[in-house]
């Protein structure tokens, strides 16, 4: 298979970028430089924040701005599209009709895998606008995986640990967090989906284990696979 360039579309948070970034030369079959996965990324922090947008708390539309950017990687290489942030996949018909290229769904992948390990209630952890478009509830659904949503309080808990903790560069409150997924757990979920890339931070600052499906990892892996080269092992 001829090996593909990845473009990514970062800045969608900064952190996540670099981290993704990270987990592809990490989970990458290589024994030299060259071998490694050919990358472009844009660290475009300018791109309005997507939740806002779709909570209708912002006129702000951060879709016109990801596919300028889909075509500066495009003018430099690029081959196939990878957008580090979940909450942007509630708009993936119109990014991938606009990017004239491949573009990666990691929600889709994600719910995937979570079949594949043999989820069967997963607990999804993710901005409110990803919630609020369902589009990891539908995504879980095809996959034949049930899907579970905190309710409001934990779901105010979740995005104080994305922005008030992850997106401002604060430590994770791990007591709060024990409470999330205390209230996942109690409702029978076996496995947890981080479906928002600051939660991978989270996985990364506190060492969580497999129970958890990180969404940016699952991205990671596509993204090789999908340019031609092989995962390690």
């Known amino acids: 298979m001829k090996k593909k360039v990845l473009g990514i579309i970062g800045g969608v948070g900064p952190l996540a970028t670099m981290l993704l970034g990270e987990m592809i030369v990490k989970r990458t079959k290589a024994l030299t430089d060259q071998q490694h996965v050919n990358m472009v990324i844009t660290n475009n922090t300018s791109i309005p924040d997507r939740t806002t947008y779709i909570l209708d708390r912002s006129k702000a539309n951060p879709v016109p701005v990801m596919i300028a950017d889909a075509a500066k990687l495009k003018s430099i290489g690029a081959e196939v599209l990878a957008v580090p942030c979940n909450t942007a996949h509630s708009f993936y018909p119109e990014i991938q009709q606009g990017a004239d290229m491949q573009v990666l769904h990691m929600i889709n992948e994600t719910a995937k895998r979570a079949a594949q390990i043999g989820a069967k209630k997963v607990g999804i952890l993710a901005t409110t606008g990803t919630l609020t478009t369902s589009v990891y509830q539908l995504a879980c659904q095809n996959a034949g995986v049930q899907p579970i949503v905190p ?83």
Do not use: H, P
């Not at 604060?170 to 709060?176: P, Q």
């Not at 024990?178 to 990364?204: A, M, P, Y």
């Not at 284990?209 to 995962?231: N, W």
């Open 151 to 233: 309710d409001e309080e934990t779901q105010e808990m979740v995005m104080s640990i994305i922005y008030d903790d992850v997106k401002a560069g604060r430590s994770v409150d791990f007591l709060k967090w024990q409470q999330i997924i205390n209230k996942l757990e109690g409702l029978g979920c076996d496995r947890i989906i981080l479906g928002c890339t600051e939660l991978s931070i989270v996985k990364k600052e506190l060492n969580l284990d497999d129970t958890y499906i990180d969404s940016l990892m699952v991205l990671a892996e596509s993204a090789i696979l999908a340019c031609g080269y092989e995962l390690n092992d």
